[in-house]
């Protein structure tokens, strides 16, 4: 009976200690980081104030300050409408999208894609396409390094720090001078190990807006290719450059024309307001097509371990544009209606600065292009446009001009002008 009664004890001990051991599984989880972006419009959100403003996140509105369908989607949507989402419409579908994909970054008349020496996969947007070439860098250049701009967005180091790839920086905008460092850009290049990775935003650099020219291209092609560096190409924002589709894809089209093999990820999320679609493409050229098919393969091989196969509603939306005259058209036009609404608004908040007799010079606002204004604030001045004026911006001074309106500007334009009167020089 004593044995008994221990044994029943030890037991109880031991389920005791087991249940405290399944209470502290998640004891070692602390809170990540807040994302700076994402922890804007979560303070956006929270704050009441009838005045405030949310120029954090890179989403395009209209002048009304709402979220924009576009009429390409909306006629591509009726389009599509009924149709049955089958995997075997997804892998169909899928196809066309890369097809389309690379000739609006290559070139439609480009060697590469009449003769099929790339590798394309569609991806979740460009995030998921960054993440997937990371993964594949990793796996085959586990000793090279990926460089990256500096300042480049922010989740480029989360996505091939999670990669396991490791990382180096390149300079390429001058905070005091709001202009490009090109001599720098070169200098690094030429120092950097040679068969290095490099990542380069082809048009409307975020965040700064600022972006070399052709010949700058041109030089930057040719010291790259002195060092057998690889360029990787995060183009998030074509069209929303210039307004014009093929000159946002000629900073890769240069590099290609000079002999370089080049990858590139896409996104539709801004250019085609699909950021809740994910819709994407990963693209490498190759030497041949048996190079081609190899690479395919391992594209396949990583995605099908990470989420298998993308949401296909978006993908009919992107390659029903794509395919259709009209609606390809369209979007074009449209494309240049929201580039010119930005360079409108850029306009605008540089005279309404100037008119409030600021001390600085606020023509960097005109001079950069694209969805942001990187706007020299510092982050204590950023805290004051929060704190003071309900005005949200990232902690670097990123202003998103797609959400500046004609409603807003003037506002803003004096929320800037009280936080910086009393600074001499940025």
Known sequence: MQQMKKIVGESTKCLARTARKKNEWWDRVRPAPEDPIIGVTEAFLSDSSPFKINLGEGAYRDDEGKPVVLECVRKAQAKIAGSEFLELVSATVGSNLVEECVKLAYGKDSNFVKERKFAGIQALSGTGACRLFAEFQRRFYPESRIYLPIPTWPNHHNIWRDAQVPQSTFRYYNNSTKRLEFSAILDDIKNAPDGSFFLLHPCAHNPTGIDPTEEQWQEI?????????????????????????????????????????????????????????????????????????????????????????????????????????????????????????IMRMRVVLHQTLEELNSSLSWDHITNQVGMFCFSGLSPEQVEQLRSRFHVYVTHDGRISMGAVTTSNVEYLANAIHEVTKRTSYF
């Open 221 to 341: 092609s040719y010291h790259l290719k002195v060092k057998n560096h690889f360029p990787f190409f995060d183009m998030a924002y074509q069209g929303i450059a210039s307004g014009n589709l093929d000159k946002d894809a000629k900073a890769i089209q240069i590099l290609v024309e000079d002999g370089h093999l080049v990858a590139c990820a896409q996104s539709f999320s801004k250019n085609m307001g699909l950021y809740g679609h994910r819709v994407g493409c990963l693209s490498v050229l190759c030497a041949d097509n048996k190079q081609a098919k190899a690479v395919r393969s391992q594209f396949q091989q990583i995605v099908r371990a990470m989420y298998s196969s993308p949401p296909v509603h978006g993908i009919l939306l992107v390659s029903t544009i794509l395919n259709d005259p009209e609606l390809r058209k369209l979007w074009e036009e449209e494309l240049e209606v929201i580039t010119s609404r």
